[in-house]
């Protein structure tokens, strides 16, 4: 009986400390505004920033206007190209921070349903697709401004952009020219 009481005792001892050294990556969230979102994402949210939501243009050769703007001079861009540019991003700025306020509004309104234990599957279903739409379409305003963006910019600017940004050089152009020609 000795033995069986000191096994027991030696087994469970280490699983109080073990549990207490494995906390969740979401230890510390508890006390934000709003839980699903931290300071960072709530004021890029707002203020329009790009958070790699046009990474699918941008990685296939179809420029930013913000980083446009940034390398205007070793783009050599000309008065006009800059004004369209400016223009692009003026109007995707205003449509990003309006759809980020609403993005921002309706996960506090989700928070708040299950803080108050007032949510049921329609509630969640409803909360999450309005957010769900407003994402999307936060991300087809980024993409459309490197849409609309693009045909501003000579080939040559494109081509400039890229290397600037380290998308392309001679390495990576020709691992690119390879997989346009299928031989990757």
Do not use: C
């Not at 849409?147 to 600037?164: A, D, F, G, H, W």
């Amino acid at each position: 009986m000795k033995k069986s009481f000191w096994l027991t005792l030696f087994l469970l001892a280490p699983l109080p400390a073990f549990a207490q050294e494995h906390h969740s990556p979401y230890a510390g969230q508890q006390a934000r505004e709003i839980k699903a979102l931290s300071e960072d994402e709530v004021q890029a949210y707002l203020t329009g920033q790009g958070m790699a939501l046009a990474k699918a243009a941008e990685l296939n050769q179809y420029p930013g206007p913000l980083h446009v703007l940034e390398l205007a001079p070793q783009l050599q861009l000309s008065e006009a190209q800059k004004l369209q540019t400016e223009k692009i991003r003026a109007a995707m700025l205003s449509e990003a921070t309006s759809l980020g306020q609403s993005i921002v509004e309706k996960e506090r309104e989700l928070d708040a349903l299950f803080a108050r234990g007032k949510i049921d599957d329609s509630k969640l279903r409803a909360a999450v697709g309005d957010i769900a739409r407003l994402q999307g379409e936060l991300r087809t305003a980024h993409l459309r401004a490197h849409l609309e963006l693009k045909p501003i910019l000579t080939p040559e600017q494109v081509k400039r952009y890229n290397e600037l940004r380290g998308y392309e050089g001679k390495e990576l152009g020709a691992e690119r020219k390879a997989e346009q020609h299928g031989e990757h």
